[in-house]
């Protein structure tokens, strides 16, 4: 199986200012013969379930704020929050796609500093 | 609206059964994978299960492996996790998730989950 590792585990930014999370896997995600990572990000607030934001590494779902994108490839992932908001507070989560079983990493708890 | 809810959570003892169901609706059912995802309490989290858009190609994690059994009934519009032999380490909000678009994609749309606690 393709461990995820997410670094750090909880991080805490001021309003405004920009938060990254970063995500390592065991094993490259990048597929050759389409030249995509097979990586996406999610958001998950309390109580509710996972939102997509970030697929192939840097695609931005429909609807997701332009402050949150994705970059690198391979095994190295940064998810990035240019200008934390308050709505923002949540868990993050990185998953590989490319291999069974999908993957996800431990998770990121960004909070308002 | 595209929309997934899930049900069929519970209370169960250990070595007993449940079958989760979630329905779909505000999408062509049969053209997606689906798959089952859970998260035990305060953790992160882990995938279970997939099928593919007619029902004939499953997987499963080496942890439930011939325990559960996923399903789907396209006219139905549903996708059915039947979880057999539970245990303790079973305990988790239970999500399906619809695949984006094919085989290999991120997961697109979730439901609000369904809780599992096995105890005696």
């Known amino acids: 199986d393709i461990v995820m590792t997410q670094s750090p585990d909880s991080l805490a930014v001021s309003l405004g200012e920009r938060a990254t999370i970063n995500c390592k896997s065991s094993?490259?995600?990048?597929?050759?013969?389409?030249?995509?990572?097979?990586l996406s990000w999610y958001q998950q607030k309390p109580g509710q379930p996972p939102k997509l934001l970030i697929y192939?590494?840097?695609t931005r779902e429909s609807g997701v704020p332009d402050r949150f994108s994705g970059s690198g490839s391979g095994t190295d992932f940064t998810l990035s929050i240019s200008s934390l908001q308050a709505e923002d507070v949540a868990v993050y989560y990185c998953?590989?796609?490319?291999?069974?079983?999908?993957?996800f990493g431990q998770g990121t708890k960004v909070e308002i500093k | 609206e595209v929309q997934l809810v899930e049900s069929g959570g519970g209370l169960v003892q250990p070595g007993g059964s449940l079958r989760l169901s979630c329905a779909a609706s505000?999408?062509?059912?049969?053209?997606?994978?689906m798959q089952w995802v859970r998260q035990g309490p305060g953790k992160g989290l882990v995938w279970v299960s997939r099928?593919?858009?007619?029902?004939?190609?499953?997987g499963y994690a080496d942890s439930v492996k011939g325990r559960f059994t996923i399903s789907k009934d396209n006219a139905k519009n549903t996708v059915y996790l039947q979880a057999n032999s539970l245990r303790a380490e079973d305990t988790a909000v239970y999500f399906c998730?619809?695949?984006?678009?094919?085989?290999?994609?991120?997961?697109?749309?979730w439901g609000q989950g369904t809780m599992v606690t096995v105890s005696s």
């Open positions: 998730a619809r695949t984006k678009a094919a085989a290999l994609h991120a997961f697109d749309i």
């Open positions: 505000g999408f062509t059912f049969s053209s997606y994978w």
């Open positions: 099928i593919n858009g007619d029902g004939t190609s499953t």
């Open positions: 094993q490259s995600v990048l597929y050759s013969s389409d030249n995509n990572n097979y």
């Open positions: 192939w590494a840097s």
């Open positions: 998953q590989q796609y490319y291999s069974t079983p999908p993957t």
